[in-house]
């Protein structure tokens, strides 16, 4: 069974670019949530998004948003990109709530980097 | 979430248990306690999760105490590959949502 695929896997932006970045997730999984590792902050939760609808959001601006679509997959997007959003971008998905127990997976996510 | 708290670092012998500690006094009766990992440069690893009773899978065994307030993870036999950031969770919040802390630094010595 294939895990959560997150592509691409590395990529360099420049300032004030946008960038966007696709999840796979697990098959028959509708929950597909976003984090953002820095060193300095840690793993930081983004969104989530169940069948379509976004359930949950962090404390990130504007600038950063996500879609799901019919089939589960997912894309995140970031504009007006700031030396600070060089990160890894990680996809998690999961069959249902966390609450009735059930797991969330990760991917091995996205290296961004911006100069 | 309900607030977890895990010792910053431990050192292991390779070959022998693991036993990495998590405090979750303010929990309530029906929230799960989940455990990840990460190696280095790569996404979490989930490892187990309990409600009330002890599990075990092939990775690890998780004791939760009988109020629920601590758990355990163990390791049975640590080798190098296992040494990495664990993270003790207990979700709280809608839209399944993980808040991690600092975690637990494992390492694993020969």
Known sequence: ?115 | DAKTTQPPSMDCAEGRAANLPCNHSTISGNEYVYWYRQIHSQGPQYIIHGLKNNETNEMASLIITEDRKSSTLILPHATLRDTAVYYCIVPMEYGNKLVFGAGTILRVKS
């Open chain 1, 1 to 115: 069974k294939a895990g959560v695929t997150q592509t691409p896997r590395y990529l360099i932006k420049t300032r004030g670019q946008q960038v966007t970045l696709s999840c796979s997730p697990i098959s028959g999984h509708r929950s597909v949530s976003w984090y953002q590792q820095t060193p300095g902050q840690g793993l930081q939760f983004l969104f989530e998004y169940f069948s379509e609808t976004q359930r949950n959001k962090g404390n990130f601006p504007g600038r950063f948003s996500g879609r799901q679509f019919s089939n589960s997959r997912s894309e995140m997007n970031v504009s007006t990109l700031e030396l600070g959003d060089s990160a890894l971008y990680l996809c998690a998905s999961s069959l249902g709530d966390i609450f009735s127990g059930n797991t969330i997976y990760f991917g091995e996510g996205s290296w961004l980097t911006v100069v």
